[in-house]
């Protein structure tokens, strides 16, 4: 199994198990990976600034139904190929939270239907991410860059 670095955001340590691992627990959130070709889309949200499409996973949703409702009322994109890759786990102190992962093929954009969360959507190359992105670390960019190479296996699949 490949192995990612750990990293932090605040007090909180970050972990990323890559599929087939699943969360012991149901996962409170879910980040989602949308790539066009080599371009992945993030979104402007509040308080957070630019970062991938992402949230908490409602009590009536499964983490893939959030994945797409996120991904629309964030980035205003339809996804297509959907691909789990792993989760982080998500600790601080005794709490311990979960968040799935997907990666997956922009389908269509479309308008932001969510605009009091997200001020806006791009399409940026993975080297072009250290500059904006919100938590840039060696862990964030292992993860973007695995993401892509799932999207990219998927994409050489359908083409055999």
């Not at 066009?36 to 600034?49: A, K, L, N, P």
């Not at 979960?98 to 940026?124: F, H, N, P, Q």
Request: charged share 30%; glycine share 6%.
């Amino acid at each position: 199994m490949r192995r990612f670095p750990s990293g932090t955001f605040g007090r909180q340590r970050l972990q990323f198990f890559p599929a087939p691992f699943k969360a012991p627990l149901r996962t409170f959130a879910v980040l989602v990976f949308a790539w066009m070709d080599d371009r992945v889309v993030v979104c402007d949200i509040e308080d957070r600034g630019w970062c991938i499409p992402s949230g908490r996973v409602e009590p009536h949703e499964e983490s893939l139904q959030a994945a797409h409702r996120e991904a629309m009322e964030e980035g205003g994109i339809e996804l297509a190929r959907v691909q789990y890759i792993g989760c982080y786990n998500i600790s601080e102190r005794r709490e311990v939270r979960w968040a799935d992962c997907y990666a997956a093929k922009v389908a269509s954009v479309g308008e932001i239907s969510m605009t009091e969360e997200s001020r806006g959507m791009k399409l940026l190359k993975i080297d072009e991410l250290p500059a904006i992105y919100h938590l840039w670390n060696p862990l964030t960019e292992a993860v973007f860059q695995y993401s892509f190479e799932v999207v990219q296996r998927l994409s050489d699949a359908r083409c055999r």
